[in-house]
Nanobody, 130 residues
Framework: QVQLVESGGGSVQSGGSLSLSCAAS????????MGWFRQAPGKEREGVAS???????LYADSVKGRFTISRDNAKNTLYLQMNSLKPEDTAMYYC????????????????????????WGQGTQVTVSS
């Protein structure tokens, strides 16, 4: 049974930092592409950052230079380091997984499309105050 469990959310002031983690189990983690998505109240879920099997990455323009996604295949864990947080980053953050080929890289734009991801965590709330 595939399970994704996020942790690390919380409240921070504008300009602050938070680090999210996503512990994965129940599948061959290294064979999957992983992503972070977020959804604010009244808005659609959007892709934040994704990482392929070769650890190449893809970021939404809104977080480039501020967020860093990484993965540790030995620990079956996905990370999202968020710096210079802004109030508009406030949302529920979800990690997600999808089986992908070794040829999939960070240049693959569908890695930020939520509809292609199969497995989802329950989410962790991030709140940034001004």
């Amino acid at each position: 049974q595939v399970q994704l469990v996020e942790s690390g959310g919380g409240s921070v002031q504008s300009g602050g930092s938070l680090s999210l983690s996503c512990a994965a189990s129940g599948y061959t983690y290294s064979s999957y592409c992983m992503g972070w998505f977020r959804q604010a109240p009244g808005k659609e879920r959007e892709g934040v950052a994704s990482i392929a099997r070769d650890s190449s990455t893809l970021y939404a323009d809104s977080v480039k230079g501020r967020f860093t996604i990484s993965r540790d295949n030995a620990k079956n864990t996905l990370y999202l380091q968020m710096n210079s947080l802004k109030p508009e980053d406030t949302a529920m953050y979800y990690c997600a997984a999808v089986a992908c080929s070794a040829s999939t890289t960070g240049a693959t734009t569908w890695l930020l499309r939520s509809e292609v991801f199969r497995y989802w965590g329950q989410g962790t709330q991030v709140t940034v105050s001004s």
